[in-house]
């Protein structure tokens, strides 16, 4: 059995975002990068259907839609234990162009499982999952919290309003991970990034595709308001307040 | 000149933060309790990092001084008890028995050192032999084909929990240092026993002991090197080590620092973010160069290391800049944090009982003006 991650490369979450001056682009200066958290939860799991006892997966892919800079998380992926990368040399320019380019670089190479994370963690999209399945004509199983192999079956917990349901399908497939598909995402051991070097990592050339949207602007949210504590006892002044500096009643 | 980390000094970095991330739920009451960190040395070891150094030929992970550097600065940052367990497991016991142990020596101990199956302590220090290390009282008589060792060691790092022991010891008194030698011991050995725990100031989590030696017989084979080749075996093992204490003092000041810039900013006086009065601002201006300079320091030494090139200066200018500026940085992130910096809670005051600990153990600030003065005279 063989297994796909799509791995999408994002700033690390607690880096402070901020549109350039003239807010065409994210700067990205001072980012710090790293496997995008459903990914690497998605990963997580994968390896550890590896390492269990009697299992028959032979081998774990990371793909991802990007340019060069992107190595070091799909180098991070195989020190965390994923066996090969791919890298389809191009910028990921919205979530048709992006899908695309994984339908068409991972077509003819049978994998039985592909997982993608519910969403990446910088634009949101939520959609790549959906539309690589529908690019693949695979069926596709959305909101995955759990995902288990029993010979060739595998079943899958999908989160429902009110609790959830368990699913069984047969590979091929496509799941969208989310929270719940692993504990806590694995720290690369020192021999993991000592093998990462001579793991092949594949660049492959980008098929002619156009995206479907273009970014016009990037905003930064408004800065929260300044919170203003009134003594429980000074009502008129709450109201003072109220009227004239909030200008809410 | 290159100030670039490479990708996998980067990867190594952030991996030791990641654990080091594990390190924070329970290091205050670890801390408190002094309780040894069991659970999390196992998962240092799982992870690589009790062999990082070492040759992959005996199965570590043949990482150079600069990512181990990063990584002692990283996990020291959270919990200077565990990263200390790591410094001289990897640096004064792993690297010495890896540099001048015997092939059979190190085919014996290292591999199931670099797993953590083993923990490795380095005896040297005694009751009255701390700085004067010359001075060692406790004996390693020949008696043919073994050596009867009698005395006691203090301040042991690991004392009871490490299996394999390096033990510094008198041969030949007449010799005076010339006379002494390194021997593995087997920490099971009959007639070995550990003290209390010591009840330390800080770093309270590493288990620190005295041992004491009676009529324990340690097969000849098990001496490092030729007769007579202790005192500069525990010499060099600790010219390295200084490095690994240097990191350790960065990654200390480094935690304070954070902790004090971010409360900086959240924190209000007179009617403004404490970083916007200037005495703070300052502060936190001051403490930022001084850790950049002392970080410069290691990472030059490791950097001299790494390349074949002397080191021993540099790691005693590293190691005695580094901790005096942890104690200095650690002191204004408690006064930055005001009251509250002198509660557990915040922990910038255990960051400050561990920033003194590095200006006196692996050579006290003193020692390292020594070896340092001793350098710049010597031609």
């Known amino acids: ?249 | 000149m290159n100030f670039e980390f490479s990708e996998e000094q980067k990867m190594i970095r952030q991996a030791a933060r990641d654990f080091s991330k594990k390190l924070e739920a329970d290091v205050i009451e670890r801390d408190y309790k002094a309780e040894y960190p069991a659970h999390h040395i196992k998962e240092l070891a799982e992870l690589g990092f009790l062999g990082m150094i070492t040759s992959p030929e005996y199965g570590g992970g043949g990482m150079d001084s600069i990512s181990y550097l990063l990584a002692m600065e990283e996990i020291s940052r959270v919990d200077s008890a565990v990263a200390v367990i790591m410094s001289v497991h990897n640096s004064l016991v792993l690297a010495g028995l890896e540099k001048y142990g015997t092939e059979e020596q190190k085919r014996k101990y290292i591999p199931r050192m670099v797993t953590g199956e083993h923990i490795g302590a380095f005896l040297l220090s005694e009751p009255e032999a701390g700085s004067d290390a010359t001075s060692q009282k406790t004996t390693a008589e020949d008696k043919g084909d073994y050596y009867l060792v009698n005395g006691t060691k203090n301040w042991i790092t690991s004392g009871n929990t490490a299996s394999v022991y390096i033990v510094i010891a008198q041969t030949h008194p007449e010799k005076r240092h010339h006379g002494i030698n390194a021997l593995i011991v087997d920490r099971h050995s009959p007639g070995i026993s550990c003290g209390q725990h010591e009840d330390k100031m800080g770093m309270r989590s590493s288990d620190t002991h005295s041992v004491m030696f009676t009529d324990v017989k340690v097969p000849k084979e098990n001496r490092i090197g030729e007769d007579g080749f202790g005192f500069t075996f525990a010499m060099k093992a600790l010219e390295g080590g200084r490095i690994s204490i240097a990191a350790q003092a960065v990654g200390i000041a480094q935690g304070a620092f954070e902790r004090a810039l971010s409360y900086s900013k959240e924190r209000k006086a007179f009617g403004k973010f404490i970083s916007e009065h200037q005495s703070i601002a300052f502060k936190l201006a001051d403490m930022a160069v001084k850790i950049e300079n002392a970080r410069n320091l290691v990472l030059k030494a490791g950097w001299l290391k790494d390349n074949g090139k002397p080191y021993g200066m540099l790691s005693a200018m590293a190691k005695l800049y580094a901790a005096d500026m942890a104690l200095e940085v650690t002191s204004e992130a408690v006064q930055i944090h005001g009251g509250y910096g002198y509660v557990k809670e915040y922990h910038v005051e255990r960051l400050m009982r561990e920033a003194k600990l590095t200006q006196i153990y692996e050579g006290t600030s003193e020692i390292q003006k020594i070896v340092i003065s001793r350098l710049l005279l010597r031609d």
């Open chain 1, 1 to 249: 059995m063989k297994i796909l991650i799509c791995i999408s490369n994002v700033p690390d979450t607690t880096t402070k975002i901020k549109p350039t001056a003239d807010q065409k682009a994210i700067d990205l200066a001072n980012v710090q990068w790293i496997i995008n958290p459903w990914d690497e939860l998605a990963l997580t799991r994968a390896l550890e259907l590896k390492d269990a006892a009697g299992s028959n997966i032979e081998k774990i892919t990371v793909l991802t839609v990007g340019e060069k800079i992107v190595e070091p998380t799909l180098r991070k992926a195989l020190a965390i234990g994923a066996d090969d990368a791919v890298r389809v040399d191009a910028a990921p320019k919205d979530n048709f162009y992006t899908a695309f380019q994984i339908a068409e670089a991972v077509k003819g190479q049978s994998y039985d499982i592909i997982l993608c994370g519910i969403e990446s963690s910088d634009y949101n999209g939520s959609a790549l999952g959906g539309m690589l399945a529908e690019f693949l004509d695979l069926p596709g199983i959305s909101s995955v919290s759990k995902l288990d192999i029993e010979g060739d079956t595998v079943r899958v917990n999908r989160e429902i309003a009110g609790g959830f349901e368990v699913v069984e399908t047969e590979t091929p497939f496509v799941a969208i991970v989310q929270k719940g598909i692993a504990k806590e995402p694995r720290i690369p051991s020192m021999r993991g990034i000592m093998m990462a070097r001579t793991k092949p990592l594949n660049v492959v050339a980008p098929a002619p595709a156009e995206p479907l949207t273009s970014f016009v602007a990037y905003h930064s949210p408004k800065p929260k308001a300044a919170c203003k504590m009134v003594d429980a006892e000074n009502v008129e002044e709450l109201i003072n307040l109220l009227h004239n500096e909030a200008k809410i009643i």
